[in-house]
């Protein structure tokens, strides 16, 4: 029975978070009297009749935070009543489970709640919306220092405006008159395709109103959307936080999100104003593993333990397919931290997969089967070849083949014949190379053509030289497209990885060199402009010829990789770095994920960056992203890793 099941479920998690025993048995009559008859039915979905906290109806969610130096914690999100009640018998019975609660709490009952909040939120009998499953459920948050219950209620009826109206009321009747002016301020920059559709209140110990949580989510919007929310909130700060969570959970080729990909919960204190925004990425991504890797990307972005995450995923003996939401919260004080949503896992018994395979653990040497590996990857390389070009991604302005052909010729280096370079050549007649015929030459591409050719001993045509040097930006740096050529702006800047693909195809240039030592970051690694990984124009930047140092030694034995594209720009990094401990895992990940036909997955992420953007990494809204569909971008780059550290 699910009950059962999700009992024994809280059970582990109490040990895991080492609540203390009078904290326990609080949080398990909460427990009890919080979901009382919703799981009284068999652990086997659809479940039907209730709310759909999880997208199959199971009426019932795990939730954990993490955060730098936090406490383990015990959270969960549930629904009581029996099913195929109707929504409003249920939110009557829904009542008096949270008077009882409360009372095995010893908490004050809040007599504001049915004045303030419910007179306002709540429809007569006779208007009941007849779209509603459900109108009052709950959050319980248990720690060391106590037991939190926290009342949800159903916005979703009405028009928007209705909607902000009576969250108005509820505000000026709790006598959060501070809160109710940000609402108003807030009201006219971020209402546009934001729909209020849940409030949520933290019940005090001692029985008064806490925090208020207002909950909007998302039409089909772009990340435009969330821009307007941190700068109405005053939260531009977090703006390059919110970009890394995007990164972490990539959605390439199309201008706008799903229909509620986002949830932005509005947080009002009694003085003070947060956000957090929810990430329902299982909208966007299928595959659980990127998933799970973009939250461990993400955790140890705010500094929290990657570790804690997947402690508790095996406390609750769930996997990646149990993830359902992320989210990113930042506090009033500047504190932040990640949410993790999963839903219960319906058999206790679920083989779990691990992060690496069995044969790293057994040190496997990296070179076992690479001759192999690298053959079957070379195949499937071959037999895409067209007209002797390769061609992947797919953008506005079509398909790349110059570039993508200049890369892979030189990702193989003397695994082909110097006369495999000659469509390549071909179509750098007109003194460079670019994205493919129709954008016009650009320094990046141009850079990575001189490289193949040389790689293959054919010397780089004075024309593309001269080409290259005309690229120079201001500051030192090589743009990818010359000064003054239309669409400007950050296109004509000088960037990482344009500038490391330069300093490589020019040699000597002291002036590029320069500019790559200033902008290398404090963590030791260099910003991409054009990718979602900073790990690629750091990858350029030590093959150029730039020290690693403590910083980047330092963050490269810590990164974690998202895919395989990433993984082998992380093995090649760190061998350049110095750091071949984690070679060999690296290593037999790359060669465990090649696919049957030798290829790989892909998960080269490219970005489009807007040329009004100058620094893509702290910006919000900075360009749709564009993955190498084909894998040709990815194969190649995973071949030239484990060759390299072969």
Known sequence: MLETLVRAQFERLSVWAALPSRVERQAALAFAALTEGAMRRPATAPFEGLSRINANGLPFQWSFSFAPGGERSLRFLCEPGQPGASARQRFLFAQSCLARALDDLETPRPEWLERCVFAHLIPDAQAWPEHWRSALWFGVGAAPGGVLVKPYLNLNWGTPLE???????????????????????????????????????????????GRVKIYFRSDAVTPDWLRRWYVAAGAEAHAPLVRAALDAFPYC???????????????????????????????????????????????????????????????????????????????????????????????????????????????????????????????????????????????????????????????????LPAHACDALLRAGEGGGWGYNAGTGND???????????????????????????SCRADGGGMGTYPPGLAPGGSWCQGSCEVSAAALLARGDDPGLAAFLART??????????????????????????????????????????????????????????????????????LASLQGEDGGWPPAALLRLTDPAVSAPADTIAAGPSFVDRAGIFTTATVMAALLAVR
């Open 443 to 469: 320094a990046d591409s141009t850079s990575i053509a001189i490289l193949a050719l040389r790689t293959h001993g054919i010397a780089a045509p004075q024309p593309a030289l001269d080409f290259l040097a």
């Open 163 to 209: 909607r902000w109206l009576r969250l108005g009321r509820v505000l000026r009747d709790l006598d959060r008159s501070a809160a109710l002016e940000t609402l108003c301020a807030l009201s006219g920059q971020v209402s546009r395709d934001s729909w209020p559709v849940g409030l949520a209140l933290d019940v005090r110990p001692d029985g008064r109103c």
């Open 520 to 589: 290398q970051g404090a963590d030791g690694l260099w910003p991409a402009y054009w990718w979602h990984s900073p790990l690629y124009p750091t990858w350029l930047a030590l093959r150029a010829g730039c020290r690693p140092g403590a910083a980047l030694r330092l963050t490269l034995a810590r990164f974690e990789p998202i895919g395989a594209f990433e993984t082998a720009l992380l093995l090649v990094c760190r061998h350049a770095a110095g750091l071949p401990e984690d070679c060999p895992a690296l290593a037999l990940r």
């Open 253 to 415: 080729g199309q201008a706008r999100y799903p229909e509620r990909a986002f949830i932005v919960s509005l947080e009002l204190g009694e003085a003070e104003v947060s956000l957090k925004t929810d990430f329902a990425v299982t909208r966007w991504m299928e595959d659980s593993a990127a998933i799970a890797e973009g939250t461990r990307r993400l955790l140890r972005r705010v500094g929290a333990k990657a570790e804690e995450f997947d402690a508790a995923l095996r406390a609750l003996d769930a996997g990646a397919e149990q993830l359902r939401f992320v989210g990113l919260g930042h506090e009033a004080d500047g504190a932040r931290h990640v949410n993790v949503y999963v839903e219960p896992p319906l058999s206790p018994d679920l083989p779990r997969r691990s992060a690496l395979p069995e044969c790293v653990s057994a040190g496997v040497p990296a070179c076992a089967g690479t001759t192999e590996v690298v053959r079957r990857g070379l195949d499937f390389l071959l037999a895409r070849r067209e007209q002797g070009m390769w061609r992947d991604f797919e953008l506005p302005v079509g398909v790349a083949d110059q570039w993508v052909t200049a890369y892979v010729l030189w990702m193989l280096g003397d695994l």
